[in-house]
């Protein structure tokens, strides 16, 4: 184990030191200049920020590495339904867990060995968090697809009304869901975002229908695929398009309402656990707590002069 950590930190160093040496002392500007005879121009750099750097070598990292293309779309989904729409994502996630595959082993070896830990240990702990570093970048998108996708479930029946608003107000339905793209541009900034593809991708050349079911396949939001449903069939069969957004916001008023109600019919069996291991445990320590201390003080020293 010593013996791995010491080529893995000769290995890690030598990079670095390649890296810098490279970065701070080669001048290629010198050599170009001394070969060819010509003066090259300096390029005015616009100064980066050290993250955008570090995100930079992460993807360069995640380039080298092999991946499997039903894995890589996959992932480029998940990402575009998390919000990252930059086209290095998702080399981006596949360098970080290279990274932190590496990483945390290796700080995880140093801790248990300044611990003095058994081998087994060692080892369980080790390839434990080398698992861990493998699998949180793919959790940690997961967890930022489920909040994006709640933000927008959440602000899903405000865009509504104002489409209805919009629509009944003798706007047609392209310029309705331009207008609500920038109204809700600071109260919902993801649905704000989705509605402004849309209007971008009809500019496009996209049909209207292909433009709406991208959209419901970007967000993956069941209550978006339905709106996305609705608009289609009204589009399609030529009904009105201001009262099918007035029914369909309505039976999502009445779901929200059914599914509040669902919450507070589940809130009583969620507090019975709080209840019986933060708040009785306090009450017994109240309440009984001065008799058992009495009960010891005065009944123990009468039961042994009997």
């Known amino acids: 184990m010593d013996v791995l950590l010491s080529v893995v930190l000769f290995m890690l160093l030598a990079g ?36 955008l750097v570090f995100r930079d070598l992460v993807a360069r990292l995640g380039t080298v590495l092999p991946t499997p293309n039903e894995s890589a779309r996959k992932l480029e989904r998940q990402l575009v339904r998390a919000g990252y729409r930059h086209p290095q994502a998702a080399r981006v996630v596949y360098g970080a867990r290279a990274l932190l595959t590496v990483i945390l082993p290796i700080l995880a070896s140093i801790t248990v060995t300044r611990l003095g830990s058994a081998a087994d240990t060692k080892v369980l702990i080790v390839v434990g968090a080398g698992i861990v570093g493998f699998v949180a970048p793919g959790y940690y998108v997961n967890a930022r697809v489920r909040s994006r996708q709640r933000r927008i479930r959440r602000g899903l029946p405000d865009a509504l009304d104002l489409l209805v608003i919009c629509v009944e107000s003798g706007l047609g339905l392209d310029q309705a869901v331009m207008q609500a793209a920038k109204e809700l541009e600071l109260a919902h900034p993801e649905i704000s975002r989705e509605f402004a593809t849309v209007n971008l991708e009809m500019k496009a050349g996209k049909r209207r229908i292909e433009a709406m079911r991208n959209m419901a396949d970007r967000v993956g939001v069941e209550e978006l695929k339905k709106l996305v449903a609705v608009l289609i069939q009204a589009d399609r069969f030529g009904t009105g398009v201001a009262q099918s957004l007035r029914t369909h916001a309505d039976y999502m008023r009445v779901q929200a309402r059914q599914v509040a109600e669902e919450k507070a019919a589940k809130l009583g069996v969620k507090l019975v656990f709080p209840i019986f291991f933060c708040i009785l445990p306090t009450l017994f320590v109240v309440t009984v707590g001065p008799m058992a201390v009495r009960l010891v003080r005065e009944l123990l020293p009468m039961m042994n002069n009997l």
Do not use: M
């Open 16 to 51: 670095l030191t390649t890296v810098l040496g490279v970065k701070l002392w080669a001048r290629p500007k010198a050599a170009i200049e001394r070969l060819t005879g010509a003066v090259v121009e300096p390029v005015t750099q616009i100064p980066v920020h050290p993250s």
